[in-house]
């Protein structure tokens, strides 16, 4: 990377750690400055992925690494089974033990969707996601 995209990287990252208290979007650890990340939320490569910031969250190098190339929603069941101790229940499983009247707990909420309701609920308005992309390179995954 040359020097000006670092440069241009290390902005784009510190902006959205910015906006999340300086937290991971997903586990809201605060992270260590060697330690942050941009996430892909659609992973690159897969369809739907981009570089725009509505793509792009703040995330910690563990949950980054846990995420990889995986959905949201499994990171949420593998977060949710690191804290608390849930077993981790592929969709398979869940909607088995729906079937068979198992009522299975309340998702884990992650960081960035607790800090949106909150903003949701002083400002009665969704909070809308910058759009525009300062760079396209990056090192997240
Ligand atoms: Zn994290």
Request: hydrophobic residues 25%; charged residues 25%; aromatic residues 10%.
């Amino acid at each position: 990377m040359s020097k000006e995209s670092t440069a241009r990287y290390l902005e784009l990252r510190n902006r959205l750690w910015a906006a999340t208290g300086d937290s991971c979007w997903y586990c809201g650890e605060p992270g260590r400055e060697d330690c942050r990340t941009i996430d892909h939320v659609i992973p690159r490569g897969f369809e739907g992925s981009s570089e725009d910031e509505t793509n792009l969250r703040p995330c910690c190098m563990r949950c980054n690494g846990a995420k990889g190339t995986r959905t949201v929603e499994d990171l949420r069941r593998y977060l949710a089974w690191l804290r608390t101790g849930r077993p981790y229940f592929t969709p398979v499983q869940l909607a088995w033990l729906n079937d068979n009247g198992w009522t299975p707990p309340a998702p884990f909420e992650f960081h960035g969707e607790r800090l949106q309701s909150q903003k949701e609920a002083t400002t009665g308005n969704p909070v809308v996601h910058p759009s525009t992309c300062p760079g396209g390179e990056d090192e997240g995954a």
